[in-house]
């Protein structure tokens, strides 16, 4: 194997290289931008919106009885400004959310090892997120998070492990240039999963009814093999193991991805793969099922699952 692609692997306990392949959910685990849910409040009836992940992190205040809002009759009002194009949003508030909370340092838990793991080596992951936003929007947004968090001696390491992967992949092509590369990067190698993306739906064959957890759950599939075809197959390396990793602040979203995989662990699909689930969200939350295939630790910000 060429030495241009130890960039792309990562350190394990057993010695076995192994890719990187990491898969982030965007609210709560890379930022937690002030992006609004619209509500109605209860004791006024009126409209008001609520930061997302204020909602998402207390369920109380909109899904007891006694709840202090409630959802507008039409769910997708209340997401609107989690779309691109409705009347009450528009492409750049996803932008400008998003520089808002870099601004205000409002990072989430699986930030640093997004930024350090992942951007700055240039290895293999891929945005997998409940909004709606196209894949276009979410690209330039993370393409511009890279861009404003790296220092420039980050950039020019990114730039270098970016050149080695193209070099590999596009041998009789010219070496780009930095802006050259940062696009190749951020389009053609990273991957992005809006999962309540009507268009994106329709092309990955989702179903109107599928709930987030399932269709979080079959991206995660999706992402997976189209790296081993896409972007392992063509330099040989296929069949390479994997050093899988997944972070999400949602209960239902973890407990759906730790089930998948769970049984593709029992059946032996993953062979030498290793799993790290990262859940990011409220700890006393999660239940995680008793197994000896099942490793887990905990600190401050987040809980870990090895499977």
Not at 92 to 107: E, P, Q, R, S, V
Not at 272 to 299: F, M, R
């Amino acid at each position: 194997m060429s030495s241009q692609l130890w960039h792309l692997y990562i350190e394990t306990d057993d010695d076995i290289p192994r890719i990187a392949l990491g898969a982030f959910d965007f609210d709560g685990n890379i930022l937690a931008p002030n992006t609004p849910y619209r509500v109605i409040e209860i004791a006024t009836g009126k409209e008001v919106c609520i930061p997302a992940h204020e909602l998402d992190n207390n369920a109380e205040l909109i899904s007891w009885p006694i709840a202090q809002y409630q959802w507008m009759n039409n769910m997708e009002d209340s997401l609107v400004h989690f779309r691109d194009f409705t009347q009450y949003s528009e492409p750049n508030h996803l932008m400008d959310d998003t520089l808002n909370a870099i601004k205000n340092g409002l990072f989430s838990p699986s930030f640093e090892a997004f930024k350090e793991t992942f951007l700055i080596p240039a290895r293999l992951f891929a945005i997998i997120t409940a909004r709606g936003h196209s894949a276009d929007n979410l690209e330039r947004t993370i393409r511009e998070i890279s861009e404003t968090v790296l220092s420039d001696a980050e950039k020019n390491i990114q730039y270098e492990n970016i050149k080695n992967l193209y070099q590999i992949l596009y041998p009789d092509m010219p070496i780009p240039n930095r802006n050259q590369a940062i696009q190749f990067y951020f389009q053609e190698i990273v991957s992005y999963y809006t999962v309540s993306n009507t268009h994106g739906k329709k092309l990955l064959k989702i179903r109107m009814n599928m709930k987030t957890p399932e269709k979080k759950v079959f991206c995660m599939d999706h992402y997976i093999e189209d790296m081993r075809t896409r972007i392992l197959g063509p330099i040989g390396i296929e069949n390479t193991s994997l050093a899988i990793g997944f972070s999400d602040d949602s209960v239902s979203n973890m407990s759906a991805m730790m089930d998948a995989f769970i049984q593709k662990r029992e059946v032996g699909s993953l062979k030498n793969d290793t799993v790290h689930l990262y859940y990011t969200g409220k700890q006393w939350a999660l239940a995680i099922p008793t197994k000896e295939s099942i490793q887990v630790s905990q600190n401050q910000t987040m809980t870990i699952i090895q499977i």
